[in-house]
């Protein structure tokens, strides 16, 4: 199961390691092998992972994919943060959506050593950029997006649980960390990252890239476990 599949996020693809230059200097590029259901990883760049976190867990995780150009909608041209709450840890969706809320505000304040902005957004069913985060266009205005109510259904492969409520959304995480980092005076490119390893393994983060001529940054993936950069050989 790919992360990004499992986010309902589609439209990246591999970009040659030529492009990105010394973006990647610090990172390993795996080799071809066998992943999840007999995926083939070759290509995928990442940084090596902590102890626990195998080369087979971050193929799992699944082969990058890179921007395929032009336009700001959809999904995969926004900054996502998406969980999947293991069944035990809440008793119905209103309880996962209430912890993954709480979570990320957490993570915010051990990144930002507690500098951060009252930016307070709603968990939801649906990713930023999707047409269907909100049901009206009232629900729009007042910043309501569509409550994630499923109930608990089988754990995609990457988290360790039988079941889950996912994929739950944050709203706007990139409004947030953006405003956080102005009042803590850090580089909200990088925040994101920084965030994630404070957020629960059950929890992945994904950066969107940015391919301007003098600052170009690879769509990335982070967890706590590991970054993984969409970077070909």
């Known amino acids: 199961m790919l992360v990004l599949e499992a986010m309902r996020i589609d439209g990246q693809r591999d970009i040659p390691r030529e492009m990105v230059g010394n973006e990647v200097n610090n990172l390993s590029a795996l080799g071809s092998s066998g992943g999840s259901g007999g995926l083939a990883t070759a290509g995928l760049g990442y940084v090596s992972p902590p102890t626990g976190f195998s080369s087979a867990g971050a193929a799992s995780l ?113 409004g947030e960390l953006f405003a956080d980092a102005s009042r803590a005076d850090k580089d909200g490119m990088d925040a994101l990252a920084g965030i994630a390893r404070h957020l629960p393994e059950w929890m992945y983060a994904y950066y969107p890239g940015r391919n301007w001529p003098k600052d170009f940054r690879p769509a990335a993936i982070y967890n706590k476990n590991g970054n993984l950069y969409f970077i070909g050989k």
């Open 62 to 174: 699944g082969v990058g994919l890179f921007l395929l150009g032009g336009g700001s909608a959809g999904p995969v041209y926004h900054y996502q943060v998406a969980a999947w709450v293991p069944e035990e840890l809440a008793s119905n969706p209103k309880e996962a959506s209430a912890l993954v809320r709480l979570a990320w505000l957490d993570a915010r304040e051990k990144y930002f050593g507690g500098k951060i902005s009252k930016l307070r957004h709603e968990p939801a069913k649906y990713a930023d950029g999707s047409g269907k985060k909100y049901d009206r266009l009232a629900d729009l205005a007042a910043g309501n997006p569509a409550p994630f109510d499923a109930p608990a259904s089988a754990a995609p492969a990457f988290i360790s649980a039988e079941k889950a409520y996912g994929p739950i959304f944050l709203t706007d995480p990139s």
